[in-house]
Structure formats: structure tokens, C-alpha cells
């Protein structure tokens, strides 16, 4: 069964996703996974699709107060001891049923289908997987914690890079990062400020005033952190 604007997304010979709008389907045969773990990992890619989406929306313009930032599993279903030969018939959450997505095959689908085509590619690489998952959770959260969430999504970035260089590094390393993005530490010095200051649990600091005065600039030094990562990784739009 097929809908919205792909035939599917062949993940691998038991895994396909597909999209309907902003409605995503993970179907598989998980004769050798414990389905706890698989939910869990379905829980990842839709994750992370979010925040991939969340990025690629806010370079179309979307205000962060209209993001699709939460990713719940509806009509969640284990079949045990089937073969099927032929088809396979399904159904539908209520709430994606005729009229109530208007936009199957408009610009914003097409975006979400680029989401999770990227977010299928990363959520096996923990690195990448955590990067953009705080990522998302620092577009959800609306206190201080969001700056540290949005740290550690670049420090998770910064991982990334410094394995291709040592998997053995123990002390942070971020010059890889810096030379395949064309970041900088000055750049980041007002997350990183603001981001140890509620580690620490220093809610007074001067960082972390000017941060909150300047919550959205301050969010944005990690975003574009991940929106060059992406993109460095080969996803465009």
C-alpha cells in the first residue's frame, strides 16, 4: 500500500517508509528484532525526520512557534506468524484520512520526504542520530535548557568529524569540524558560554542573560552548525 508523494523509500530488503503528507508509515518484517527495540528506533527516524524538517522549513521562512516538532506513533501494530503472499491491506490513522491533510503533493510534502530521506541516513550513525535529536529538542524546549540541548547537538557534531580523524581521540577535538563546515570557536563562544553556565548551574551569569536577551541568535549558531552538517553529508533543498 502506497501513499503521498513517494512509492515508498526502500530503506533496506525488510524496510520501507512512506509518507503522506507529514504522516510517516515505517513498515518492516523484524523476524530478528526485539519490536521494543525496533519501536524505539522507528521513535529515532521520525525524530530526527522532524528536525531535519525543522531546519530545512525555517530557511523557507516558518516561524519556530508553527514547527512540527513532535513525533508520535499512531496505529502502532505487530502481526506474528504471517506470510504474505500477495497484498497487504491496511488502513489509515483517522486523522490523515480524506480532507484531513490538504497538502499531499505541495512543497512542504516534498520537504518532509527530504527529511526522511536524510533522517534514514543519519539515525544509524549515533553521532549524527544525537545531534539532530537534541537539535529538535532544543526547538521544543522553551527555557534555558534549549541552549544546552542546542550545544550538545553541536558537540555531537564536532564527534562526528573527529572520528573520521581518530576513533581513539579521548580529549575533545574540533578543528575537523571548523575546516568541513567553515565554523569557528569564536563563532560558537555565545552557545558555548550560555550552554556551560546551565551545566554548571549558574543561572546568573552575564552568558547567560545575554543569551536569553538574545535567545534566537544564540539558537541559530547551532542550527546552522547542523544545517552545514546536513548538507556537507549531502542533503540539500
Same mark, same amino acid.
Given at each position: 500500500?502506497?501513499?503521498?508523494?513517494?512509492?515508498?523509500?526502500?530503506?533496506?530488503?525488510?524496510?520501507? *517508509?512512506?509518507?503522506? %503528507?507529514?504522516?510517516?508509515?515505517?513498515?518492516?518484517?523484524?523476524?530478528?528484532?526485539?519490536?521494543?527495540?525496533?519501536?524505539?528506533? $522507528?521513535?529515532? $527516524?521520525?525524530? +530526527?525526520?522532524?528536525?531535519?524538517? =525543522?531546519?530545512?522549513?525555517?530557511? @523557507? %521562512?516558518?516561524?519556530?512557534? =508553527?514547527?512540527?516538532?513532535?513525533?508520535?506513533?499512531?496505529?502502532?501494530?505487530? +502481526?506474528?506468524?504471517?506470510?504474505?503472499?500477495? !497484498? +497487504?491491506?491496511?488502513?489509515?490513522?483517522?486523522?490523515? #484520512?480524506?480532507?484531513?491533510?490538504?497538502?499531499?503533493?505541495?512543497?512542504?510534502?516534498?520537504?518532509?520526504?527530504?527529511?526522511? !530521506?536524510?533522517?534514514?541516513?543519519?539515525?544509524? /550513525?549515533?553521532? *549524527? @542520530?544525537?545531534?539532530? /535529536?537534541?537539535? %529538535? &529538542?532544543?526547538?521544543?524546549?522553551? %527555557?534555558?535548557?534549549?541552549?544546552?540541548?542546542?550545544? @550538545?547537538? $553541536?558537540?555531537? =557534531?564536532? @564527534? &562526528?568529524?573527529?572520528?573520521? $580523524?581518530?576513533?581513539?581521540?579521548? /580529549?575533545?577535538?574540533?578543528?575537523?569540524?571548523?575546516a568541513a563546515l567553515g565554523t569557528s570557536e569564536g563563532q560558537l563562544q555565545p552557545l558555548t558560554d550560555a550552554a556551560?553556565?546551565?551545566?554548571?548551574?549558574?543561572? /546568573?551569569?552575564?552568558?547567560? =542573560?545575554?543569551?536569553?536577551?538574545?535567545?534566537?541568535?544564540?539558537?541559530?549558531?547551532?542550527?546552522?552548525?547542523?544545517?552545514?552538517? #546536513?548538507?556537507?553529508?549531502?542533503?540539500?533543498?
Amino acid at each position: 500500500m502506497t501513499f503521498g508523494v513517494e512509492a515508498g523509500i526502500q530503506l533496506d530488503d525488510d524496510s520501507t *517508509l512512506e509518507v503522506l %503528507g507529514h504522516a510517516l508509515a515505517y513498515w518492516a518484517i523484524a523476524e530478528e528484532q526485539d519490536l521494543l527495540t525496533l519501536r524505539a528506533f $522507528v521513535q529515532d $527516524v521520525f525524530d +530526527v525526520t522532524l528536525a531535519i524538517y =525543522a531546519l530545512i522549513r525555517l530557511d @523557507r %521562512g516558518d516561524r519556530r512557534d =508553527a514547527l512540527r516538532l513532535r513525533a508520535e506513533l499512531h496505529s502502532w501494530l505487530e +502481526v506474528r506468524g504471517v506470510e504474505a503472499r500477495t !497484498n +497487504v491491506v491496511g488502513t489509515i490513522h483517522e486523522r490523515y #484520512a480524506a480532507g484531513a491533510v490538504t497538502e499531499l503533493d505541495g512543497p512542504r510534502a516534498r520537504d518532509f520526504t527530504t527529511a526522511a !530521506n536524510a533522517a534514514w541516513r543519519f539515525v544509524r /550513525k549515533p553521532t *549524527l @542520530r544525537l545531534a539532530f /535529536k537534541d537539535l %529538535g &529538542f532544543s526547538l521544543l524546549d522553551r %527555557g534555558d535548557d534549549a541552549f544546552l540541548y542546542a550545544y @550538545r547537538a $553541536v558537540e555531537n =557534531a564536532r @564527534r &562526528f568529524h573527529a572520528d573520521k $580523524v581518530s576513533a581513539t581521540e579521548t /580529549k575533545p577535538v574540533w578543528p575537523p569540524l571548523h575546516a568541513a563546515l567553515g565554523t569557528s570557536e569564536g563563532q560558537l563562544q555565545p552557545l558555548t558560554d550560555a550552554a556551560t553556565s546551565i551545566r554548571h548551574g549558574d543561572t /546568573k551569569s552575564a552568558a547567560l =542573560a545575554a543569551a536569553r536577551v538574545n535567545r534566537d541568535a544564540t539558537l541559530v549558531l547551532a542550527e546552522d552548525v547542523l544545517r552545514r552538517l #546536513a548538507q556537507h553529508e549531502g542533503v540539500s533543498w
